[in-house]
C-alpha cells in the first residue's frame, strides 16, 4: 500500500516506523527541515520536506495513486484541511487527527463529511476511553476494545452471590448486545454452551456494546460499586476526555491543573469536575486535598511528572495509580516502582492507524487465553467454504464465537445468530486452538477480497 | 462634557412628552362627557402643560441643536469643513438620562399643579396645591413606583388619573427606550442612552440594531396592553378602568383608579387576569419574546425565569400557609372582613406575592395585620424584587441569584483557595468583572436601604413620630419601585402625610431605584465633572 503521513512528529513517525516494518511504502510529508532530515536518515521511508497543505506537494508524493493520506499534525485544521485537499486530489481514503472535543461532538455538523475525511481519530480520545473503562469496571482482569471504542470485552471474577450463579446460560436473560464468551474454571478455559451455568470463582470474559456493559457485568458481580473518587494531574486534552467519559454520579472527579488560564477554560466546560489550580504531585498540595485516600490516582503530564507523581502516590498508598507514559522504554522502570500497568496514547495512536488500513488480514490478540483457546481478528476471504451461511446454521462445525464484526457503513456491533458470512468482513472470533486453523481454513482468512 | 448637545436632548424628550400630554388633552376633549364638548379645567392643565413643554422643548432644541452637529476643519487651506454628527461621550449620555427623569417628572406633574389652581371645585388642603406633592405624585408614576399623596383618588378627573396611569406606562419599560425608538438622529448614541437607563446583566449576545430593539420591546409593550385590555373587558371590568389598570400593571406601577387600591375587582377572573399580567410584566422581556417566537426551551430553561417563578410560587404557599395557620380574618383594603378559608387565603397570597415582588404595589387585602412571618417573606420578595430586562424593580432576581451562588463559592474557597468554580448562568460563565459589579450593586442597594431607612427617620421623627418600621419599609418600597410598605405607608395608607423634605428625599430614592442607582451616583463623583 502507498501511503502519505502527513506530519513528522512523535504520532508521525511512530506510525511510519511501524507501517514500514509491516511492509508497506510509507511518503513522510513535514515542513521542518531537520525533522524529515532525522527520519530520513533512520526510517526506510521517503520525504518529502513542505507543507502538506499545499497542493504541489501532495502531487509530488503522488498522491492521486495513494491508497489513503493519514494526517498527524498536531493542529486539528491543518489535519481537516490536509485531508479536504488530499481528497480533492485523488487519494483513495483519508483519516484526520483530531485533538479537540469540539469536531467530534457538533451536533450542528459533521466535520468529517465537510473535509472529505473517511476518519478522525484521537489519540487523546482512545487512550482516555481504555482508561475510564479501567476505572469503571475495578473488578475487571482485562479489558479490551475494538472497533472504534463501541465494543468492549472484559474478564472478570464471578462474585458467588451474583444473579447468574447456578443458572444455566440459555435462561439467562442477557442484554441483546452482549454475549458470554468464554467460562475459565481451575485454569481451564472453554466456550460455553447454553447447558452450561457459571459457578462462584470462575472468570468470565464477557463482550458487550458499550451501553449494555454494564447490565451484562452485573448478572456476574454484586452490582453497584460505591462513589469513587478519581484525582487526575495536568489538564490535558486526554484528561478532558477521561472526565467526559465519566461524566456521572459514579465518580467524584478532581482535576489539578497548573496553568491558570487552562484550568478556568476546564472549568467552564467540565462543570461536573472540581478544578484546582495547583500541582497534585506537590507534597503539600496532596496532604491538604487527602489524595492518599483517592481510589485512583491519574497522572496526565509529561512522562518524567507521571512517574514521579505515581510513585509518589503509590508510596502513600493509592491503590490504583494510572500513569500516561509515552515513552515505552520507561515501562520496566514503572515495574520497579510497582506499577504495572501505564497507558499510551503514541501506541493507541499507531493501533488506530493500522485498524484504518486494515493492515491486519489476520492478527492474534494475547493475553486472554492460556493455551485453551485463540482470539483473533481477521478478515473473511472470497474463497471461503461458509460463505452466505448464518452463525445459526454454522452451530458447532467449525466451534467458534463471533464476538463483533462491523456492519456496511462501519458501524460496531454484537452479532445474534442470524449473522451471515460475507467475504470481506472483518470479524473478532474466539475459537479453541485445537480448531483454529480450521476455522483459519475455512474462513479464508488472508484471502482475496 | 457638551451641555449644548445635552440639552438639545432634553429639548427633544420636552417636545415628545408635551405632545403627548397635548393628545391625552384632545382625547378627553373629542369624548363627549356630561357637560358635552367643553373644555373643563383639566383638560384646559393637560393642553396647557403639553403646550408649553412642547414650546420650551423647541426653544432649547432649536438653541442648542448646533451642538449635534460637529464642524471637521482641514488642516491646510485647501478643502472645505466638513460636519458630522458629535459623538456621544459617556458623561453626556448619564446626564441626559438622569436629566431626562427628572424633567419628565416635572413635565408629568405641571397638570396636577394647574389642575389644582384653576379648578373651582378643588378643597382648599387638596395635596395638589403643593409642587413638591405634584412632583411627588410624577415622579412615583414616571419611576412605577405608585406611592400616592392623594386619599381620595376618585375625585380627580378621568383624564388627569388617566395622565397618571399613562406616565407610568411610560416610564415602564423607559422613556428613553420611547426615544430611542421614535426619534432618528441617534446613531451610536442610542445604544449608550439605552443600557443606562436599561441596565443590569444581559445574557444575550448577538442582537440586531439598538433601534430594532426598543422598537420590538415596544411592539410587546402594545401587544402586551392590547391584550390585557380586551382580557379586562371580558371579564366585566369598564373600559376606563380596564385600560388604566393596564397601563400600571404591565408598568409594574401600582395606581389604580380606586380608593382602596384593587381591594375585591369585578371577578375572580379580573383578578387573575392581574395577576397573570404582573408575572408577564416582571419577565424578562426577551424571554417573553423568545415564548413569541416559538422557541420554548429556551424561554423555559433561562434560570432567572425559572427562579422568580420559583420565587413566586414557593411565597404564595408560605404565606397561605402562614394565613391559615394564623385564622384571623383577612380584611380587604375596602374593610370587608373575610374569614380566613383555605381559598381566601391563597387568593390573599397569590395576589399579594405577584404584586409586591413584582414591585407593583397593587392591593386587595390589608397585609398589615397579617403575622409577621408572612410580612417578612413579603419584605424579602420586595428586596429580590423581578427579572432584569423587565420594567420590575427591586435588585432582580438575577443578581441576587449570582450574589448567592459567590457567596456559596467563597464558602468552598475558605478551604480549598486553588479551586475553580467557574459561575454560570444559563449556560454563560459569569466573569470576575460582572461579578463584582452585581456584588457592589446589591452591596450599594443595601447601603442605600440602610441609609434611607435612617435619612427618613431622621427628618421625620420629630414632626410626625414615624416608626421605624415605617421608615425602613419607606426606604425599601421606593428604592425597590413597589409602593405600599408596612405600618404608615401600608396597604391602605398612602404617602401624604410625610414633610415635604422626606417627599423631596423619597423623590431622589425613587430615581435611585429605577435607574439602578450607578447612573445617579457618578453626578456625586467629584472627577465626573472635571475635564473634558
Known amino acids: 500500500m502507498d501511503i502519505i503521513l502527513c506530519g513528522g512528529g512523535d504520532i508521525g513517525s511512530a506510525a511510519a516506523e511501524t507501517l514500514t516494518l509491516a511492509g508497506e511504502s510509507v511518503t513522510l510529508i513535514d515542513p521542518d527541515e531537520r525533522r524529515i532530515k532525522f527520519l530520513r536518515e533512520n526510517l526506510d521511508i521517503s520525504t518529502i520536506e513542505g507543507s502538506a497543505s499545499s497542493a ?169 460499586y460505591g462513589k469513587q473518587s478519581i484525582a487526575i494531574s495536568g489538564g490535558s486534552p486526554s484528561a478532558a476526555w477521561l472526565c ?111 485498524r484504518f488500513l486494515h493492515c491486519h488480514e489476520f492478527e492474534q490478540i494475547d493475553g486472554f487465553f492460556n493455551d485453551t483457546l485463540e482470539l483473533m481478528r481477521l478478515r473473511v476471504g472470497s474463497q471461503s467454504t461458509l460463505l452466505g451461511q448464518t452463525l445459526a446454521t454454522i452451530g458447532d462445525t467449525p466451534p467458534m464465537l463471533v464476538l463483533a464484526c462491523e456492519d456496511g457503513d462501519g458501524t460496531p456491533f454484537v452479532p445474534g445468530g442470524d449473522l451471515e458470512i460475507n467475504a470481506g468482513r472483518h470479524m473478532i472470533v474466539l475459537t479453541t486452538t485445537q480448531k483454529a486453523d480450521e476455522v483459519r481454513k475455512q474462513l479464508d482468512v488472508g484471502g482475496s477480497r | 462634557m457638551n451641555f449644548r448637545f445635552v440639552c438639545a436632548q432634553w429639548g427633544k424628550l420636552s417636545m415628545l412628552l408635551g405632545t403627548l400630554l397635548a393628545a391625552v388633552g384632545v382625547l378627553f376633549l373629542l369624548i363627549p362627557g356630561e357637560q358635552g364638548v367643553m373644555l373643563d379645567a383639566a383638560e384646559l392643565s393637560l393642553l396647557g402643560s403639553g403646550g408649553g413643554a412642547a414650546v420650551a422643548g423647541l426653544i432649547a432644541w432649536m438653541v442648542c441643536k448646533r451642538a449635534t452637529l460637529i464642524e471637521v476643519r482641514p488642516i491646510s487651506g485647501s478643502s472645505e469643513a466638513v460636519t458630522k454628527p458629535y459623538r456621544m461621550s459617556r458623561r453626556d449620555a448619564a446626564l441626559v438620562t438622569t436629566g431626562a427623569w427628572v424633567i419628565g417628572a416635572a413635565i408629568a406633574a405641571c397638570p396636577f399643579l394647574m389642575w389644582a389652581t384653576l379648578a373651582t371645585d378643588v378643597a382648599q388642603d387638596h395635596p395638589f396645591h403643593s409642587v413638591i406633592d405634584c412632583y411627588f405624585e410624577a415622579m412615583s408614576g414616571i419611576t412605577t413606583t405608585g406611592a400616592t399623596v392623594l386619599s381620595d383618588i376618585e375625585s380627580l378627573p378621568r383624564s388627569l388619573l388617566l395622565w397618571r396611569s399613562l406616565i407610568q406606562w411610560l416610564g415602564g419599560l423607559g ?103 404582573m408575572v408577564l410584566a416582571g419577565s424578562n422581556f426577551t424571554v417573553l419574546l423568545a415564548f413569541l417566537k416559538g422557541r420554548w426551551k429556551a424561554a423555559l430553561g433561562d434560570t432567572e425565569f425559572r427562579i422568580y417563578l420559583l420565587c413566586l410560587i414557593g411565597g404564595t404557599v408560605f404565606i397561605t400557609a402562614a394565613l391559615v395557620g394564623h385564622s384571623e380574618p383577612l380584611v380587604l383594603t375596602n374593610g ?69 451562588k459567590v457567596l456559596w463559592g467563597e464558602l ?121
Not at chain 1, 308 to 337: D, Q, T, W
Not at chain 2, 390 to 395: F, M
Not at chain 2, 416 to 431: Q, T
Not at chain 2, 492 to 514: P, Q, S, V
Open chain 1, 244 to 354: 467526559r467519559f465519566l461524566s456521572d454520579r459514579a465518580f467524584d472527579i478532581r482535576l489539578f491543573e497548573m496553568d491558570r488560564n487552562r484550568a478556568e477554560e476546564l472549568g467552564e466546560k467540565l462543570d461536573w469536575v472540581t478544578v484546582i489550580n495547583a500541582d497534585a504531585a506537590d507534597p503539600d498540595v496532596f496532604a491538604e486535598e487527602q489524595l492518599h485516600r483517592v481510589d485512583a490516582f491519574v497522572s496526565m503530564k509529561s512522562d518524567e511528572q507521571n512517574m514521579l507523581a505515581c510513585a509518589y502516590a503509590r508510596r502513600s498508598g493509592v491503590k490504583n495509580v494510572m500513569p500516561v507514559i509515552r515513552h515505552a522504554e520507561f515501562k520496566p522502570l514503572l515495574k520497579e516502582l510497582g506499577i504495572d500497568r501505564v497507558w499510551n496514547p503514541r501506541e493507541d495512536a499507531v493501533q488506530a492507524i493500522q
Open chain 1, 56 to 224: 504541489s506537494v501532495l502531487l509530488s508524493a503522488n498522491v492521486a495513486n495513494a491508497d489513503a493520506v493519514i494526517a498527524t499534525t498536531d493542529i486539528d485544521e491543518v489535519n481537516l484541511v490536509i485531508c479536504d485537499i488530499a481528497a480533492s486530489l485523488g487519494a483513495a481514503r483519508t483519516m484526520a487527527r483530531i485533538d479537540h472535543s469540539m469536531f467530534f461532538q457538533d451536533e450542528q455538523l459533521d466535520y468529517a463529511s465537510v473535509f472529505s475525511v473517511d476518519r478522525l481519530f484521537s489519540p487523546d480520545r482512545v487512550m482516555a476511553s481504555g482508561m475510564a473503562s479501567w476505572l469503571r469496571n475495578p473488578a475487571a482482569i482485562a479489558i479490551e476494545q475494538f472497533t472504534g471504542n463501541e465494543i468492549e470485552l472484559q474478564q472478570l471474577t464471578v462474585d458467588p452471590q451474583a444473579q447468574a450463579v447456578g443458572q444455566r446460560l440459555r435462561s439467562l436473560a442477557m442484554p441483546r448486545g452482549a454475549r458470554l464468551a468464554a467460562i475459565t474454571r481451575n485454569g481451564m478455559a472453554s466456550l460455553p454452551s447454553a447447558e452450561a451455568a457459571v459457578e462462584g470463582g470462575d472468570i468470565v470474559t464477557l463482550v458487550a456494546e458499550r451501553k449494555v456493559f454494564p447490565a451484562m457485568r452485573n448478572l456476574f458481580t454484586k452490582g453497584t
Open chain 2, 336 to 404: 370587608t372582613e373575610l374569614a380566613a378559608s383555605g381559598g381566601e387565603s391563597l387568593r390573599a397570597a397569590a395576589f399579594t406575592v405577584v404584586s409586591q415582588q413584582t414591585t407593583t404595589g397593587y392591593a386587595t387585602f390589608d397585609f398589615d395585620i397579617w403575622p409577621f412571618a408572612a410580612k417578612a417573606m413579603i419584605i424579602a420578595l420586595m428586596v429580590v424584587g423581578g427579572s432584569a430586562g423587565s420594567t420590575a424593580g427591586g435588585i432582580k432576581v438575577i443578581r441576587i441569584w449570582i450574589a448567592l
Open chain 2, 412 to 532: 468552598e474557597r475558605f478551604f480549598r483557595p486553588d479551586v475553580i468554580r467557574p459561575l454560570k448562568v444559563s449556560g454563560h460563565v459569569i466573569d470576575h468583572e460582572q461579578k463584582l459589579n452585581v456584588m457592589t450593586y446589591v452591596l450599594g442597594t443595601f447601603l442605600l436601604l440602610a441609609l434611607g431607612a435612617v435619612i427618613i427617620m431622621a427628618l421625620e421623627a420629630e414632626t410626625s413620630g414615624c416608626t421605624f418600621t415605617t421608615a425602613a419599609t419607606t426606604s425599601l418600597a421606593t428604592i425597590c419601585t413597589v409602593g405600599p410598605g408596612l405600618d404608615a405607608v401600608g396597604a391602605i395608607r398612602n404617602y401624604g402625610w410625610f414633610t415635604d423634605a422626606t417627599k423631596i428625599f423619597l423623590c431622589f430614592l425613587m430615581l435611585a431605584g429605577r435607574l439602578e442607582m450607578f447612573v445617579i451616583f457618578v453626578l456625586f463623583q467629584p472627577r465626573f465633572w472635571r475635564g473634558g
Open chain 2, 175 to 277: 422613556i428613553l427606550v420611547l426615544f430611542v425608538a421614535i426619534l432618528p438622529g441617534l446613531g451610536t448614541a442610542a445604544k449608550k442612552l439605552f443600557r443606562i437607563e436599561s441596565p443590569g446583566p444581559d445574557p444575550e449576545g448577538v442582537r440586531p440594531t439598538i433601534r430594532q430593539t426598543a422598537r420590538r420591546l415596544w411592539m410587546l409593550y402594545l401587544g402586551l396592553t392590547v391584550a390585557q385590555i380586551v382580557l379586562l373587558l371580558s371579564t366585566g371590568m369598564g373600559l376606563f378602568d380596564a385600560a388604566n389598570h393596564t397601563f400600571t400593571t404591565l408598568a409594574t406601577g401600582g395606581f389604580s383608579t380606586r380608593n382602596a387600591s384593587i381591594a375585591r375587582p369585578e371577578s375572580l377572573s379580573a383578578e387573575i387576569v392581574l395577576i397573570v399580567f
